[in-house]
């Protein structure tokens, strides 16, 4: 692992004067999370349009609680792995500034991420799409909707509730992503580690930051779109990768606190 990238990539986040991470499914594969585009993901089992988009939802939303029913559990006790802690311990020793992900699950927060910026929504709240309610995801994890016997019903005016989760179709939570966007403008490293690059509008702040002269790194275990322009491209687990990368980004510091 000790190549060239990888110790461009250390030196680059050891001179960083921002530095931001961008990550997606990938980084949360490793607490058993499954993903949705590898050779193996979700989306080559289910068709997102049917099961994971607004317009399905409104349509058939117990097509949608069919799909995730089986993933709440994971998604809901999942821990963070390597990967999350290693990031947290980045942004602790002021050498990372905000982590952006498309992650719904929390993990980057349990592992001690301060500065997380959730632009695809996360399951923490059920929300209604015509009264507007919002209220608390584990109110509605009872017997019935577990098992499929019911779906969850606001409180209020009684439509099908949604978790509060960005489906296919559907506008980002415009807060957070302006927040987002603010971040990665500033930054003159992005780290992006367990994305496929390929969901829009988060798969285009790489290049935009590139753009503006920021360097990327990649961590992931397949190509991307980005690989071309990157200043390293470090491909393995994230698991792996990003706690070495920490422990070198970090090794001074670890000296001076020890001496």
């Known amino acids: 692992m000790r190549d060239d990238a990888f110790q461009r990539a250390v030196a680059l ?31 080559q089992r289910y068709d997102p349009m049917e099961v994971a988009s607004l317009w399905g ?11 995730i029913r ?11 792995n390597p990967a999350h802690h290693a990031l947290a311990r980045l942004e602790a020793a002021g050498r990372l500034h905000a982590i952006i992900t498309q992650n719904i699950d929390g993990l980057h927060q349990k592992a ?12 923490e709240h059920m929300v209604c799409l015509d009264c507007g309610w919002r209220g608390p995801l584990k109110d509605f994890l009872t017997p019935e ?7 969850p019903r606001c409180p209020t005016c009684g439509s099908v509730l949604k978790p509060n989760v960005v489906l296919f179709g559907e506008n980002l939570p415009w807060g957070v992503w302006l927040e987002a966007q603010r971040a990665v403008e500033q930054a003159d490293v992005v780290l992006v580690a367990g994305s496929s690059l390929e969901v829009a509008p988060v798969s285009q702040l790489p290049y935009e930051a590139y753009q503006r002269g920021a360097q990327v790194i990649l961590v ?3 190509p991307t779109y980005m690989d071309r ?31």
Do not use: C, M
């Not at 993903?35 to 193996?40: E, I, L, N």
């Not at 470090?234 to 510091?253: I, M, N, T, Y």
């Open 13 to 43: 986040l050891k001179g960083a004067r921002f530095a931001v991470a961008i990550t997606g499914a990938g980084i949360s594969t490793p607490s058993g999370i499954p993903d949705f585009r590898s050779d193996t993901g979700l989306w």
């Open 57 to 67: 939802f409104r349509l058939h939303p117990e097509r949608f609680y069919a799909w």
């Open 70 to 80: 089986p993933l709440l559990e994971p998604l809901l006790t999942a821990q963070p």
């Open 112 to 123: 001690g991420s301060r500065r997380v910026y959730e632009v695809h929504g996360n399951l």
């Open 145 to 151: 909707i577990l098992t499929g016997q019911a779906l």
């Open 220 to 222: 992931n275990l397949s």
């Open 229 to 259: 322009y990157a200043a390293a491209v470090l491909r393995g687990d994230v698991a792996q990768v990003l706690p070495a990368l920490a422990d070198a980004v970090l090794a001074d510091r670890a000296a001076t606190d020890s001496a």
